[in-house]
Each structure stands twice: as C-alpha cells, then as structure tokens.
C-alpha cells in the first residue's frame, strides 16, 4: 500500500551531480527499506543503494560506492539519491523501490515507482 514517485532526473554533464527524490505515500512508509535500481537501454535493471527502514544501514552496488549517496527523510516520507561524479555508464532511468531491506537488495519488491531518467553527456 504504498505509492513511490521519482524525480530529479535530467541531463548533467560527466563529473556533475544530481540528487534524485523519491516521495512515497501510503502506510507505515517508515516501516520499509527503500532502494534505488536503475535500467540503461538494453540492459537488466541493475541493484543501485538501499537504505534501512530506519536510515541506519546503507547499501551500495560496487559501480557507485563513494559516489552515490542514499539518505531518507520519514518525517517527509521521502527518499534521495545524492549522485557525484557522474559518468556515462551512470546514465538510465532510475527507479525507487521499498519493501523489507532484503527484498530491496534484491530488487524482489512488490512497490516501484514509474523511474526518471539520468542522462550523463561526455
């Protein structure tokens, strides 16, 4: 019962930054992990960042570790992507995701958002 909805994605140039939101409402969103996953053209969606129901426990893939950022805000019922150093395998549509932590870093959720698109231009 809960509904997720992104934004914050755009075009930035490679070595930029950008921070996706993600705003979620519904029931008890403080009592799920959120994550992010993202898709390229062509490719699998790939495991992005999760973070705890609490914000305690952060996850990230090894392609964006001491790059990206996962932080959430319950008080707001929302969740951010803090990007840095932005290359252009970085660029797809990112997508938030909650439900219990391991079913996050697994992508195995049943909640999702429609995504928003990162493009990352050389």
């Known amino acids: 019962q809960v509904q997720l909805v992104e934004s914050g994605g755009g075009l930035v140039q490679a070595g930029g930054s950008l921070r996706l939101s993600c705003a979620a409402s519904?029931?008890?969103?403080?009592?799920?992990?959120m994550g992010w996953f993202r898709q390229a053209p062509g490719k699998e969606r790939e495991f992005v960042a999760a973070?705890?129901?609490?914000?305690?426990?952060?996850y990230y893939a090894d392609s964006v570790k001491g790059r990206f950022t996962i932080s959430r805000d319950n008080a707001k019922n929302m969740v951010h992507l803090q990007m840095s150093s932005l290359k252009s395998e970085d660029t797809a549509v990112y997508y938030c995701?909650?439900?219990?932590?391991?079913?996050?870093?697994?992508?195995?959720?049943?909640?999702w958002g429609q995504g928003t698109q990162v493009t990352v231009s050389s």
């Open positions: 519904g029931r008890t969103f403080s009592s799920y992990a």
């Open positions: 973070i705890s129901s609490s914000g305690s426990s952060t």
């Open positions: 995701t909650a439900g219990p932590y391991a079913h996050v870093r697994l992508g195995t959720t049943d909640y």
